[in-house]
Structure formats: C-alpha cells, structure tokens
Nanobody, 124 residues
Framework: QVQPVESGGGEVDVGGSLRLSCSVS??????MAWFRQAPGKEREGVAA???????LYADSAKGRFTISRDNVKNTVYLQMTNLKPEDTATYYC????????????????????WGQGTQVTVSS
C-alpha cells in the first residue's frame, strides 16, 4: 500500500496536545510531510521530514510541533503541543516515494501520495 494512513486526530482544549501518526507499509524512508486544510482555506504545509530526517516547519508550527520518523515502525509522527483554535483543520500526511530532500518540502505539489486525513479540533 503506497498511500499513507493517518491516525490520532481528535478534539482537544486550547493548550492541549495531540500526536498524529502516519503509517506506510514499506521502508523507503522517502520525503514525507504533514499538511492541513481548514474549511474555506487552501491546504498548507505544516512540517516535513526528508530521507535523512532533516526537518522543516512552517512558521505557525515552529516551537509547538515536532515531526519525527520511526524507521522500525515505518511511521511518521506529528507531535502537536500548545494547540490553538487556529490549528483546527483536517491534517493530511503526504509522501513522495523519492529518497532524498525535496526542493520545496512544504509545497503540496511536491507530493504524490496522500492519506485520507484526520480531523483535529481545538476548542476554546
């Protein structure tokens, strides 16, 4: 299965934490990323990780979100802390099947395979 599968979404209070998981069925260690899309807004990149585990974050995520990869479980995580109402969105995991570093890691067009998404709701 090439498509990633997300899990871990839910509803949390402002200031709370959630950890999203993105599982794949292979060990290609390709460049992957988390995106999010709120109603009426464009899909935006949140965090990316390349094949060397070098990470990149959107300004909105810096200092609050952490992306990581477990090579044994073939899973990429997004740990989110100090959540705000504006973090409410459907979160998507995306992958490229490309080993290396992408030129535009937070650009949706850089990714080929997408998960179905998981909803994150932050209540004030």
């Amino acid at each position: 299965q090439v498509q990633p599968v997300e899990s871990g979404g839910g509803e949390v209070d402002v200031g709370g934490s959630l950890r999203l998981s993105c599982s794949v069925s292979d060990d290609k260690r390709d460049s992957m990323a988390w995106f999010r899309q709120a109603p009426g807004k464009e899909r935006e990149g949140v965090a990316a990780i390349d094949s060397f585990n070098i990470t990149l974050y959107a300004d909105s995520a810096k200092g609050r979100f952490t992306i990581s990869r477990d090579n044994v479980k073939n899973t990429v995580y997004l740990q989110m802390t100090n959540l705000k109402p504006e973090d409410t969105a459907t979160y998507y995991c995306a992958r490229t099947l490309i080993y290396g570093t992408l030129a535009y890691q937070l650009w949706p067009q850089s990714y080929t395979y997408w998960g179905q998404g998981t909803q994150v709701t932050v209540s004030s």
